[in-house]
């Protein structure tokens, strides 16, 4: 089981960047995926959330109205669209992948996740 996050880089403030989550060993449809960030200095923390079918999502206060997420299971991948990029977004990103209880309750904590990634870096900077 391997989440691969992908897509960070340098972007000037209010630029956008669509960041990547590629599964591989297991297929997408029975997880849940979240998006996670950690700060230089900072604690980690919750970004936004998406169960199993997309119906249902959750967004950090922070980012809400500027990023979105989304899934596509049929290619086993999740994404996290950023716009209007700020200093603050600086970060190294992860995705998280939680087994489905199906009861389409969206998980934001880090400690119910099982599986992640790799991190990619986020540098918003002019």
């Known amino acids: 089981v391997q989440l691969q996050a992908s897509g960070g880089g340098l972007v000037q403030p209010g630029g956008s960047l669509r960041l990547s989550c590629a599964a591989s060993?297991?297929?997408?449809?029975?997880?849940?995926i979240g998006w996670f960030r950690q700060a230089p200095g900072k604690e980690r923390e919750f970004v936004s959330a998406i169960i199993w079918s997309g119906t249902s999502k959750s967004y950090a206060d922070s980012v809400k109205g500027r990023f979105t997420i989304s899934r596509d299971n049929a290619k086993n991948t999740a994404y996290l669209q950023m716009n209007s990029l700020k200093f603050e977004d600086t970060a190294v990103y992860y995705c998280?992948?939680?087994?489905?209880?199906?009861?389409?309750?969206?998980?934001?904590?880090?400690?119910?996740?099982?599986?992640w990634g790799q991190g990619t870096k986020v540098t918003v900077s002019s």
């Open positions: 060993g297991f297929t997408l449809d029975y997880y849940a």
């Open positions: 998280a992948g939680k087994p489905e209880d199906y009861s389409g309750h969206v998980f934001n904590t880090e400690d119910e996740y099982d599986y």
